[in-house]
């Protein structure tokens, strides 16, 4: 089965400043998806951004965007501009087309935003 | 727009008893459903996943089953209850067709075996 490392069990970062949140995976698959989700306080989980591994360009989703180096299999999340709002876990997940429906998930980041 | 349920919020039930978790989803047909684990302080662990009525596939071994018995409609279940069963419980839908994979997952249920 695949792997999903996130080894940044907390994070901190500066309101309106920028945090980096790092994931790495595990797979012989060329193609692929990978995901971050957010899990505020509310325990709600939110998709954040995600990305198709056939894609060079890097996803962006307003603040959020990712560096995907799939050579490295590395897939990171950039906030730019934090904001409060942002306090949450974070997910980092993959998905395969070709191993039925499973996502994979890491054991998360805990983002604490200080204003 | 789709939108997924779940049922109770927070559940709180005592070692042996019987445990039913419900999920539902609404605005698609024949998403292909999931239940998650969460331990505290802990990623996700996928316990179940249903392509369909009646089709269910488990990822690990335990005191859980699960059940379809509606296309949108996703059941959680234990006959007796164990302590290691506490947990925030997730459910969680895809679209079953065409390249939309993304999972988008219910408000969870917060389950305390004492």
């Known amino acids: 089965a695949q792997t999903v490392t996130q080894s940044q069990p907390e994070m901190s970062v500066q309101e309106a400043e920028t945090v980096t949140l790092s994931c790495t995976y595990d797979t012989s698959e060329s193609d692929y998806y990978l995901f971050w989700y957010k899990q505020p306080p509310s325990r709600q989980m939110i998709l954040v951004i995600r990305?198709?591994?056939?894609?060079?360009q890097n996803a962006t989703e307003n603040r959020f965007s990712v560096n995907f180096q799939k050579a490295a299999k590395s897939f990171s999340l950039k906030i730019s501009d934090s904001q409060l709002g942002d306090a949450a876990m974070y997910f980092c997940a993959y998905r395969s087309p070709n191993t039925g429906n499973q996502f994979y998930f890491g054991t998360g980041t805990s983002l604490t935003v200080i204003p | 727009s789709q939108t997924i349920h779940q049922w109770p919020a927070t559940l709180v039930q005592p070692v042996g008893s019987p445990l039913s978790l419900e999920c539902t989803v609404e605005?698609?047909?024949?998403?292909?459903l999931y239940w998650y684990r969460q331990a505290a302080g802990r990623g996700l662990q996928l316990l179940f996943y249903s392509v369909g009525i009646g089709q269910i596939s488990s990822e690990v071994p335990q005191n859980l089953s699960a059940s379809r018995p509606q296309d949108r409609q996703f059941i959680l279940s234990s006959k007796k209850l164990l302590l290691s069963d506490s947990g925030f419980y997730l459910c969680?839908?895809?679209?079953?067709?065409?390249?939309?994979?993304?999972?988008?997952f219910g408000p969870g249920t917060r389950l305390t075996v004492l």
């Open positions: 990305q198709e591994a056939y894609k060079q």
């Open positions: 969680a839908w895809r679209r079953g067709q065409g390249d939309t994979d993304t999972q988008y």
């Open positions: 605005g698609t047909s024949n998403p292909n």
